[in-house]
């Protein structure tokens, strides 16, 4: 039971560190878009894709980030028993 309960564990850990990779990605990509479109007056695909990158990092990051939390403090849970 124990070690089912620590692959379940681990594979959500995985996907939780999968999820904050892909939202702070878009963060990235968010940041460095800006930044070129506020060096080339800020063209009409660059306004897009910021727009576009910020809201996707505002939906996939939370999520990522509770999980994660989650998983730790059941992990210190379980050290504490």
């Not at 990235?28 to 060096?39: K, Q």
């Not at 509770?66 to 050290?79: E, F, K």
């Amino acid at each position: 039971m124990t070690d089912e309960i620590a692959r379940r564990r681990a594979r959500i850990a995985r996907l939780a560190t999968a999820g904050k990779r892909a939202g702070y990605l878009a963060l990235v990509v968010a940041i460095v878009v800006f930044f070129v479109g506020l060096a080339t007056d800020f063209p009409r695909w660059s306004v897009v894709t910021t727009t576009a990158a910020l809201v996707a990092a505002c939906i996939i990051l939370p999520v990522p980030i509770v999980v994660g939390y989650g998983v730790r403090a059941a992990a210190r849970d379980d050290m504490r028993r």
